[in-house]
């Protein structure tokens, strides 16, 4: 059987994902279930959730009463997570002993004060959340998440996390993919370092799909995009190619008239992305849920990022201090091919006063990747 796996990636993938499942299916499942037999409190009311209680317990109203006096949520919090704690202020390693036998207790109070040296940089993710107005469009409290992650082009690892909503467009989610290809700006600037005439590839090229269950969801909102699943298609259909296990008859669909809500997925199996021409990433439906109080409830605030990789940000060459913004190719004032270059070191090095270059090279603007 491992071998049978090994030469049918595609029978690997089904078999560690899910089963086809739409977003309306879940929902009305999820509902059914809970309204029969476990949670009757979030759909009835107090009156109604408190009967069905009782004929589920067999007991009586103040037995119901007890429970919900012991089993609430305040009387499981200890003091350490009441409202006016903090946390930050906590310094109980300095009561362990200096002369403990115990290497975890000694190097734990010496980490700890050490830490507390050190400048403390909140993380990424928590400076990113969105601010929720006041007058904002609520999301529904029945409403379901869809948590999305998209792999790197290159290597196999998540560099991009998002919940969706069923009724967004799958462009709502295209929009939001932030690849390194479309930040490319093509041509030497050697000439132009001011940059004047320079525009990144994704605004003169914008044509991507998306592959879902043998369907190519096609971006057709600008008139110039290209159908990349033509050829893909016709290609599958000469000599009866569809016949291959794994291939099949593809069809196409409009990718901004389709929503989450119109698909059938399997949860944790690879799908396609495909902008640029050939930058291809696989996407992956991790998840499927009811929304929470903890989710951001602003309908704007969706699709919502969970995890952006970090950039490899790569230093100057020159100063070893600011960030690169230029490389150049060819270059007889730099000791490597290619070089990395500021934007003070490389107008300083290369340009007079005039902004006439001193030599002759290539210069790009730099484009950072991720990790």
């Not at 190097?107 to 006041?134: A, G, M, R, S, W």
């Not at 949860?267 to 396609?272: H, K, M, N, S």
Request: glycine fraction near 2%; aromatic fraction near 14%; charge should be negative.
């Amino acid at each position: 059987m491992e071998g049978f796996f090994r030469s049918n990636p595609i029978l690997e993938a089904e078999h560690f994902s899910s089963p086809l499942i739409s977003i309306s299916d879940f929902k009305n499942q999820f509902k059914e279930l809970v309204c029969e037999d476990f949670f009757p409190a979030i759909i009835l009311s107090n009156e109604e959730s408190n009967k069905k209680l009782e004929e589920l317990l067999n007991c009586n109203q103040q037995t119901i009463e007890e429970l919900e006096d012991v089993c609430s949520i305040e009387n499981l919090k200890c003091a350490f997570e009441k409202e006016n704690f903090d946390s930050k202020k906590v310094r109980g390693y300095e009561d362990f002993p200096d002369n403990s036998e115990l290497q975890i207790v000694r190097l734990t109070k010496q980490l700890k004060t050490k830490f507390e040296e050190l400048v403390y940089v909140p993380n990424f993710i928590e400076e990113d959340l969105p601010k929720e107005p006041e007058t904002c469009e609520k999301i529904p409290n029945d409403e379901v998440l869809l948590a999305v992650s998209v792999y790197h082009s290159q290597k196999r690892k998540v560099f991009q996390e998002f919940y969706v909503l069923p009724n967004q467009k799958l462009t709502a989610l295209r929009d939001v993919i932030v690849c390194t290809s479309d930040n490319i700006i093509y041509g030497d600037f050697s000439k132009n370092p001011d940059l004047s005439c320079a525009k990144p590839v994704k605004e003169f090229c914008q044509s991507a799909f998306f592959f879902i269950e043998k369907c190519f969801y096609n971006d057709t909102r600008n008139p110039l995009n290209r159908d990349y699943s033509k050829i893909i298609i016709e290609w599958a259909k000469d000599e009866e190619r569809y016949t291959v296990n794994g291939l099949g008859l593809f069809t196409s669909a409009i990718m901004e008239n389709t929503t989450f809500n119109d698909l059938k997925i399997r949860l944790g199996y690879p799908y396609l992305y495909c902008h640029q021409g050939n930058c291809e990433h696989l996407i992956v439906f991790n998840d499927m849920r009811m929304v929470s109080k903890d989710d951001p409830q602003a309908l704007q605030s969706y699709p919502f990022k969970v995890y952006q990789a970090p950039y490899k940000r790569r230093k100057c060459s020159v100063c070893n201090i600011h960030y690169a913004n230029w490389r150049t190719l060819n270059d007889p004032l730099a000791f490597d091919n290619p070089s990395l270059f500021c934007e003070r070191c490389f107008k300083y090095l290369h340009y007079t006063q005039d902004g006439k270059p001193l030599c002759d090279f290539k210069a790009f603007p730099h484009v950072e990747v991720e990790y």
